[in-house]
């Protein structure tokens, strides 16, 4: 069962593979799914970096009095 289903995952990746090299439309489509993927990826660390360093501002602040 496992192997079967990892089988047709390759055979599933390697179709959808080909069918993006070959297709215009689908290339521009997966390279600007990847731009604004990258892009909320990009601000959620932004914000979770903004969020850390608040936070050990914070802890600093309390620390020194």
């Known amino acids: ?20 090299a070959n297709s215009y439309k689908a290339r521009t489509l997966v390279k600007k799914s990847q ?11 932004d914000e979770k970096l903004n969020a850390m360093n608040q936070k050990s501002e914070g802890e ?5 009095k």
């Open 35 to 45: 731009s604004e993927v990258m892009e909320k990826v990009n601000e959620m660390m």
């Open 1 to 20: 069962m496992e192997k079967m289903f990892c089988l047709g995952l390759m055979f599933g990746m390697v179709g959808g593979a080909l069918i993006v």
């Open 60 to 64: 600093s602040g309390k620390a020194k």
